[in-house]
């Protein structure tokens, strides 16, 4: 027996940042858009009108889809190019297009690839609602381009666009592009090869994906002594933007981490912190335990993460959003 409509439950996914962006196509006869272009149709210029119904639309995708969350847009932009016609293949009318691109953002548990179709699905329909009188077989075609964000990570279509690449922004570039960062695993038992060290591989990753240069990485037991004689070599030797531990940040008996990062600080951050904690324990309660800090050596800052996996996850999703302007703060830009 099929299972019953329902939603997915986001309830334990973090934030993150997505992305998408669709494209749709309008085909027809080009003296129709070409008037259409012009805003010489008896409704008058319709390119506008098509961008704000896209917008509008991408606002209200959760009320006309009914097992999509609503969730909080950031931006939607539409934009609309009218390419070169298409010459005739055989014997058919000549074609003329109007392509019409796309673009969400947010910053939340699931991605906005519907709203991006949705915006650019409505915009060329409202064309078409333009231009049906003068060319009711004009064809419209709709497709994701390009996703990103969340677990799933990075998605662009194979095959060729039929229009040019989106024009570059700001907001693309990667979040540490030009940071030098240093990682250093504090764990007794993958010190000892007893397994492997998947939070530290997994933050080098993200740095990596974040445009940073991982500049060092280091595997050491709990041992407070080894640990601050390895920070203040890591800032003296290599001059790193930001240090990342993980791991020892909890109640056990050998946790040091948080005491041996504060030997070596000579400024706190616990906003940082707080913050990290404040975040996610919405979704793990276990997150009040930690004892977490980080703060500023020299030009360093250092931030202690937990040593699961899953949390590390959950943390770098949340330390997006602060480490970027952090990083400038310390290096001495404007606030």
Not at 47 to 67: D, F, N, V
Request: hydrophobic letters at 40%; glycine letters at 8%; proline letters at 8%.
């Amino acid at each position: 027996m099929p299972m019953s409509p329902r939603m997915v439950d986001l309830g334990q996914k973090a934030e993150t940042q997505r992305f998408a962006e669709a494209e749709a196509v309008i085909q027809g006869a080009p003296e129709v858009l070409d008037a259409l272009w012009a805003g010489q149709l008896p409704k008058g210029e319709a390119r506008s009108a098509a961008q704000i119904a896209g917008i509008l639309a991408a606002k209200r995708t959760p009320e006309l889809l009914p097992m999509c969350h609503p969730i909080r847009l950031d931006s939607v932009e539409v934009e609309l190019s009218r390419p070169p016609d298409l010459s005739p293949i055989h014997g058919e009318p000549q074609k003329g297009s109007i392509h019409i691109r796309a673009r969400a953002r947010t910053h939340d548990r699931t991605g906005v690839e519907m709203e991006a179709l949705m915006a650019a699905a409505i915009a060329a329909l409202t064309l078409y609602d333009w231009a049906k009188s003068y060319d009711p077989a004009m064809e419209i075609t709709v497709r994701l381009v390009h996703k990103s964000g969340g677990k799933s990570g990075t998605w662009t279509r194979p095959e060729p666009f039929d229009t040019p690449s989106p024009r570059p922004s700001s907001s693309d570039t990667p979040l540490l592009t030009g940071v030098r960062a240093a990682v250093i695993t504090c764990s007794d038992r993958a010190s000892q090869g007893l397994y492997e060290d998947r939070s530290g591989a997994l933050i080098r990753d993200w740095l990596q994906q974040q445009g940073a240069e991982v500049v060092a990485s280091r595997l050491l037991p709990d041992e407070k002594e080894t640990l601050v004689s390895e920070l203040q070599r890591l800032v003296e030797a290599h001059h790193p933007d930001l240090i990342l531990t993980t791991g020892g940040t909890g109640l056990g008996p050998r946790d040091c981490v948080p005491e041996a990062t504060r030997a070596v600080i000579e400024r706190e951050a616990p906003g940082i912190t707080e913050w990290l904690r404040l975040r996610t324990a919405r979704r793990q309660p276990l997150a009040a335990l930690s004892r977490a800090v980080a703060g500023i050596r020299a030009n360093t800052l250092i931030v202690n993460l937990p040593g699961s996996p899953r949390a590390v996850e959950e943390h770098l999703t949340e330390l997006a959003t602060l480490l970027p302007h952090a990083i400038e703060m310390v290096r001495g830009g404007a606030h």
